[in-house]
């Protein structure tokens, strides 16, 4: 590593690659220190079992911006994404939904369900879109400081306003309740069909601890909904090769700029004289100096574990203790030597061949939660399942499939005993939840990795395993993420800035945040302010 660079990025994760790409094509001199020996964060590929390949944290794509995709040139670095077709929710009585890619099909078996429903699906579809075209251009925007008399700043609120004033009064009102509403209360007002709605309402808990019947999941639903591929909302896919794929793309980019990736090289603590970041100092004691630090790791490890105490004030630091993390979610991997076979849709076919879903009701989905609200991992938990190797066998050997479960709902903190005493019952849970479905399961099982989010913590730097870097929650968005008056990505250190996913607008493998700090990193090098 040579000294002194221009900026040096803290964590190799997708954020942290996209500001170093970013930087990198602008002509400045970049190191990007990663603590693991892969790169990727949560968005990593790795050979769990010989010859089997796991996405082994996130697990599909779909928020990935189109812009960064476009200026890094993603496909020529080796970014492909495969569809996701569709999501089948099986059923205890031996019956199942299945929404599929193919809408005219999805239509009618939401109307083998309930002739209603599928009349209120195109107008809920058309609804959520309009939602998402509205609320698409904020995911490029800085975040203003409604506090601040900056006129930028007031010309974004002004817009903003302009535009909500120009929406149809239904838009209007579709938009303040999802802002508001549990994403439960907000499909019932569309729905009668208990599955469809259970199976939706799914989209609205992720990452957070919440309930379906939680107010402020039905904006999380819509922060989902606003995937796109190819320009098309509400599309998901995999990445050829895994999740890490998509991290090594963005690393070809960054390099092919000119920028120098190290892996396994942890920070001690980033360097500050008078008020100003001037670099970070490695474990061991190796020093590097940069005229610019980026952290894309979480305010809590960044400003209460980085920064040395009594650089920042007590009421800053307040704000980051208060920040929620909260983890609630978990991870079983599975390496399989055939494929499941559900009861109510026998032997292979294009239904394993999209997410699938275990939410039969909303009953279902909430008793998930009060499990997780007394502090136990939930009994009957949701789990949403994806078998890659379907459409990707270059994840596993021939004739042998990887299967990835998410679940919620796993908190970080338990009630009783420990995530070490608890991950092999946690792990039994959801392979027998599955079973119930598929008796096959247990039998094919060849070998399995269960993630807590303690090992979230642990292995990838999530605090507490939130998987967002921060719950998705009314007070953390926008202009209040991470911190009130600290959301434009620079921090009350000079020169210190947050690219990650605690930053606007929040997590998935986006590289949003990993943007738009870039952006105005470099802003702040013409504006002088860099020095």
Known sequence: MKAPYDAVVIGGGHNGLVTAAYLARAGKKVLVLERRPVLGGAAVTEEV?????????????????????RELDLPR???????????????????YLWRMSDHARTRREIYRHSPVDAEAYDEYAKAMVDMARFVKPILAMVPPDPLSLEPRGLRQ???????????????????????????????DQWFETDVLKATMSASGIIGTFLGVRSPGTAYVLLHHYMGEIDGAFRSWGFSRGGTGAISLAIAAAAREAGAEIVTEAAIERIRVKDGRADGVVMKGG????????????????????????????????????????RGSSGKVNL??????????????????RGAISISPSVEYMERAY?????????????????????????VAPPGKHVVSCFVQYAPYKLREGSWEEQRQAFGDTVVDTLAEYA??????????QVLTPLDLEREWGLTEGNIFQGELTLEQLFFLRPVPGWARYR??????YMCGSATHPGGGIMGAPGRLAALEILKDWKRGRVR
């Open 491 to 496: 921090t009350p250190v000079r020169n210190l």
């Open 335 to 352: 390496a399989l030597d055939g494929l499941p076979d559900f009861t109510c849709l026998p032997g292979p076919g294009p239904h394993l």
């Open 439 to 448: 008796p096959n399961l247990k039998k094919i099982i060849l070998h399995r």
């Open 286 to 325: 190796a020093e590097v100096e940069a005229r610019v630090v980026a952290s894309s790791v979480d305010p809590n490890r960044t400003f209460l574990k980085m920064v040395e105490p009594g650089v920042l004030d007590e009421e800053f630091l307040g704000e980051v203790r208060r920040y929620k993390l």
């Open 157 to 187: 609120l002004l817009g903003l306003a302009r535009r909500f004033q120009a929406l149809p009064r239904a838009s209007q009102h579709n938009l303040l309740q999802l802002m508001t509403m549990s994403a439960a209360d907000l499909l």
């Open 370 to 394: 009060d499990d997780a609200k007394y502090g136990r991992f939930s009994r009957r938990p949701y789990v949403d399942m994806v078998i890659p190797s379907l459409t990707d066998p270059s």
């Open 77 to 95: 670095h080796g970014l492909e994404i495969l569809p996701l077709d569709g999501t089948f929710t099986p059923l205890p009585d031996g019956d």
């Open 49 to 69: 079992f010989p010859g089997f390949r796991f996405s082994v944290c996130s697990y599909v794509v779909s928020l990935l911006r189109p812009e960064i995709i």
